[in-house]
């Protein structure tokens, strides 16, 4: 049990408007969570403190080096009026195996999932109600020793901050056109893939510009060695469906495990549907769509939950699935994780958890 010193605000922010849109990671709530590690006396100050910039020396290691990670989930109201996280569990283990790969400090499950609890606690009236919108949750690691030599630093800062988010989709449910991605690459076995780090989004960017600049959302990641097996999409893991059979990739140490996957996999079997974990190659996937088998495709992250994919475009290659709208089963696993997480459907698997 972490012993959390609250120092509240005195000067609360107004609360957004009902009809305010909340787009995406651009209001913070009044309140963060903020705990200093130093080596040879562990995680100590644990604090909630007004929402407020950092003071950090210039040369704090994480601005040159990049030592950092970061997490992200959602709470969510309940129509009792309950606030539900979804699987914080999943994030505190993921957390600590991110932190294991970039050198930094673990911190116990229960105080990572405590500090998240009283936290939203303590900012509860910022979880909005309106149908869709979700209070997300952004833990993150920096590192801070005041050093331009390379080696892991020797102190951290753990923090969470929150913020208010609207639909992902705002119209409902809306498939997105994504860019497969032939000359870049994300990621490569041995290397940071599998770690939830801010290091692999920059060495996304330049794709995504390019992308976005072709009239795509989004890009998705084939293997580093031979540019030929399926990954995942920007921020988020990749389904299809094929002829029945659902396949997403394998974890092969170069791909994020979502916790979103997890629970698609765990539903999809819940339902006798056949699901393969499997290395899944671009030529497969371009002669399924030949052949007409390529029935679904849709990616799974905290953010959009279920998002289904209208358009693939491998080179010449462009490929329309089905009538680009949103398929059967994009629909139900979307309807199914969004009523477990609004409590609106029996959570026959514990994954809720009240704040
Ligand atoms: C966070 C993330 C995901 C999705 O993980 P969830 O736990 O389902 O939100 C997928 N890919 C990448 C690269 C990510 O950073």
């Not at 105080?111 to 993150?140: H, M, N």
Request: net charge negative; proline share 6%; aromatic share 10%.
């Amino acid at each position: 049990m972490l012993d959390i010193k609250v120092e509240r605000t005195n000067e609360p922010k107004k609360l957004p408007e009902k009809d305010n849109p909340l787009v995406f990671g651009t209001i913070f709530t009044d309140h963060m969570f903020v705990m200093d590690y130093t080596l040879g006396k562990g995680w100590h100050d644990a604090r909630i403190i007004p929402y407020q910039p950092l003071c950090l020396e210039p040369s704090a290691m994480v601005f040159h080096y990049g030592q950092e990670m970061f997490e992200g989930l959602k709470a969510y109201r309940a129509k009792d009026g309950r606030t539900l996280l979804f699987r914080p569990d999943m994030n505190a283990k993921r957390t600590n195996r991110t932190c294991i790969r970039l050198c930094m400090p673990e911190i116990p499950e229960e105080d990572f999932v405590q500090a998240i609890k009283e936290l939203v606690k303590i900012d509860e009236a910022w979880v909005p109600t309106k149908e869709g919108t979700s209070l997300y949750i952004r833990p993150f690691i920096i590192a801070t020793s005041p050093f331009l030599g390379v080696r892991p630093s020797h102190t951290y800062k753990f923090i969470i901050i929150l913020s208010p988010v609207g639909p992902y989709y705002p119209e409902g449910l809306d498939p997105v056109k994504i860019w497969i991605e032939d000359e870049y690459v994300r990621a490569v076995k041995g290397g940071i893939g599998e770690a939830k780090a801010g290091g692999n989004y920059v060495a996304s960017l330049r794709a995504q510009v390019k992308a976005h600049e072709e009239g795509y959302s989004q890009v998705l990641w084939l293997d580093g060695v031979h540019r030929k097996y399926i990954e995942e999409v920007g921020a988020m893991n990749i389904f299809f469906k094929i002829n029945g059979s659902v396949i997403t990739p394998e974890l092969n140490g170069s791909i994020l495990p979502g916790v979103t996957r997890d629970s698609v996999i765990r539903l999809c079997k819940d339902w006798g549907i056949k699901l393969e974990e499997r290395k899944i190659s671009i030529d497969e996937i371009s002669r399924a769509h030949k052949d007409g088998l390529l029935e679904e495709v849709f990616g799974t992250g905290t953010a959009a939950v279920v998002s289904p994919v209208g358009h693939l475009r491998w080179g010449k290659d462009v490929m329309q699935i089905k009538d680009g709208g949103i398929g059967e089963l994009s629909q139900k696993l979307y309807d199914n994780l969004t009523g477990i997480q609004l409590g609106n459907i029996p959570d026959v698997h514990n994954w809720t958890v009240e704040v």
